[in-house]
């Protein structure tokens, strides 16, 4: 028996000749993702009228989304052009540890950002004394505080497997279910935690996410004006849009039988998909985005004089 020191992440290995051009697809997929993600925290940032609670966990997403990705692809990427696959043994747990806090993290952002809309429509007048910068703070390190926890035990149980002989992982990353079919010893403890600890850090948060929703639901349908309908559906449609992406996808990967041929295309969807249509949804989809995007334009029209403390703007009108 000789002990594991590295895993052979065999990605997409079988495709051959297919393998150049999902690397050119995923490669521009992930500069996609990273420019609008990135856009999306610089304009939450620079633009005033988006220093709101609601644009705050916006960015806090996007952050999740940024370490997701980095996380992951550009392994993939590298097994794809160089065919580079190994990961060492201490280097693959990590991976599995920091993907573990990132996906439960963002299963529980969305609770608070669905927790916060409730808050805006149901307590519209204590809506600003109740979420202060300082509970906006609080609220979103919650997530990343629980994902931790949750992802622990599951990932030293499996990092404490004997693993001797195969280390060929059927995957472009290191996952749970993969590493855990290479074990030598047995995995019943270990399998018994992770399954305790994915309702947890996906089925726990996803009933939340659905019951604050259901109740934003029953607070609207009781709204009387059709325009205040319009305004309370519009505050939340882009969070609501991204949380059934996720959560469609997440079920649909989990759905299917562990060790199928196709989890590493399912896979691809909430690693890849996923993080990619975000900014889109939340640009596309958001007037004070698109109005902040529009101001950004326009400022940088503008000439600053900072002696005199006067601006001069050329074709720019204060929005």
Do not use: W
């Not at 996380?71 to 052009?81: D, E, G, T, Y």
């Amino acid at each position: 028996m000789t002990t594991v020191e590295e895993f052979i992440l065999l990605a997409f290995a079988d495709l051959y000749q297919l393998q150049i051009p999902l690397f050119f697809v995923i490669f521009n997929a992930f500069l996609i993702c990273l420019f609008g993600n990135i856009v999306i925290i610089v304009i939450v940032r620079a633009e005033p009228s988006l220093h709101t609670p609601m644009y705050f966990f916006i960015s806090t997403l996007s952050i999740l989304e940024i370490i997701t990705v980095f996380l992951i692809i550009p392994n993939l990427l590298a097994s794809l052009i160089a065919a580079k696959r190994g990961i060492s043994f201490h280097g693959c747990f990590l991976q599995l540890f920091v993907a573990g806090i990132a996906g439960t993290a963002e299963c529980y952002l969305l609770a608070v950002m669905a927790f916060d809309r409730v808050l805006a429509i149901n307590k519209p007048l204590q809506y600003v004394s109740i979420m202060t910068q300082r509970v906006c703070v609080q609220l979103a390190l919650l997530p990343f505080i629980v994902g931790i926890i949750i992802a622990l035990t599951p990932t030293v149980l499996t990092a404490k497997l004997q693993f001797c002989g195969r280390n060929e992982v059927h995957h472009f990353f290191c996952d749970f279910v993969a590493l855990q079919s290479l074990a030598c010893s047995s995995i019943y403890i270990s399998e018994m935690v992770l399954n305790t600890s994915a309702i947890f850090a996906i089925g726990l948060p996803f009933t939340m996410t659905v019951g604050l929703y259901i109740y934003i639901i029953i607070i609207i349908s009781k709204i009387k004006s059709a325009e205040s309908k319009q305004k309370a559906f519009s505050t939340c449609s882009s969070h609501l849009t991204v949380a059934g992406l996720f959560y469609i996808t997440t079920i649909i990967v989990y759905a299917v039988p562990k060790g199928s041929h196709y989890d590493r295309f399912f896979a691809l969807i909430y690693t890849v998909i996923t993080p990619l249509l975000n900014p889109f949804i939340y640009t596309f989809r958001n007037k004070e985005i698109k109005r902040a995007l529009i101001n950004l334009r326009m400022l940088k029209r503008c000439q600053f004089y900072t002696k005199s403390n006067l601006i001069k703007c050329v074709g720019f009108k204060n929005m």
